[in-house]
């Protein structure tokens, strides 16, 4: 049972444009969600979070947006840049009462930024 | 954010031999994970390591294969046992203080033959 799920196995944008990567959980315990990214060969990277209280949290280029009646979250990199091509990997964690810390991840998108 | 070492980067192995990775951190965490991701799959959890106790592991996962030590807030082992060439991996441990800080290591990619 995938609880966490990025359909999109892959995405290429010109640099300067927007890159914008989807993400879905069926688990509606989840509270805590997070973006990361992943070169090969390294550890993934935290990029930015969001907690369910919120709907849109920002750090420079990055945006993610929260639809809790949807189940849905994107991460939008607004200008990309060709340094941004890694994989990125969606993840959610329940904090609430039930706070185990466990982070279910979805299966990536490759993002590849064309110059 | 805490910073995490791990070791070995990358392995070769025979099969039915074991390998151990180890992690390390910089700070004390409360919690610290590990996670194995697949060729082209995502990251799996395979257990959380427990300080002083035993690791409580995901469906899947069984503490014969993979037995897991956390000695203290610092530092943790995971023991791959028994390898075969559906083992073959990039493993990867985490750990987090609380909300928002997970950190992971650089991960070891296991290659059994």
């Known amino acids: 049972d995938q609880q966490v799920k990025q359909n999109s196995p892959s995405l290429s944008v010109q640099e300067g444009r927007i890159s914008i990567l989807n993400c879905d959980y069926t688990?509606?315990?989840?509270?805590?969600f997070l973006w990361y990214k992943k070169y090969p060969a390294e550890g993934p990277t935290f990029l930015i979070s969001?907690?369910?209280?919120?709907d849109k949290n920002e750090d420079g280029r990055f945006t993610v947006f929260l639809n809790k009646s949807a189940k849905h979250l994107s991460l939008h990199i607004v200008p990309s840049q060709p340094g941004d091509s890694a994989v990125y990997f969606c993840?959610?964690?329940?904090?609430?009462?039930?706070?185990?810390?466990?982070?279910?991840f979805g299966q990536g998108t490759t993002l590849q930024v064309k110059p | 954010s805490a910073v995490i070492s791990q070791k070995p980067s990358r392995d070769i192995c025979q099969r039915g031999t074991s390998l151990t990775i180890q992690c390390q951190v910089d700070?004390?965490?409360?919690?610290m994970f590990w996670y194995r991701q697949q060729p082209g799959q995502s990251l799996t959890l395979i257990a959380t390591?427990?300080?002083?106790?035993?690791?409580?592991?995901e469906s899947g996962f069984v503490i014969d294969k993979f037995p897991i030590s956390r000695p203290n807030l610092t530092f943790s082992t995971l023991t791959v046992s028994n390898m075969s060439p559906e083992d073959s991996s990039i493993y990867l441990c985490?750990?987090?203080?609380?909300?928002?800080?997970?950190?992971f290591g650089s991960g070891t990619r296991l290659t059994v033959v």
């Open positions: 688990n509606s315990m989840f509270d805590y």
């Open positions: 700070s004390q965490v409360t919690m």
């Open positions: 390591a427990n300080q002083g106790s035993e690791a409580t592991y």
């Open positions: 993840a959610a964690s329940a904090e609430g009462s039930s706070n185990t810390g466990k982070l279910i």
């Open positions: 969001i907690s369910s209280i919120k």
């Open positions: 985490s750990g987090t203080t609380g909300r928002g800080g997970y950190t």
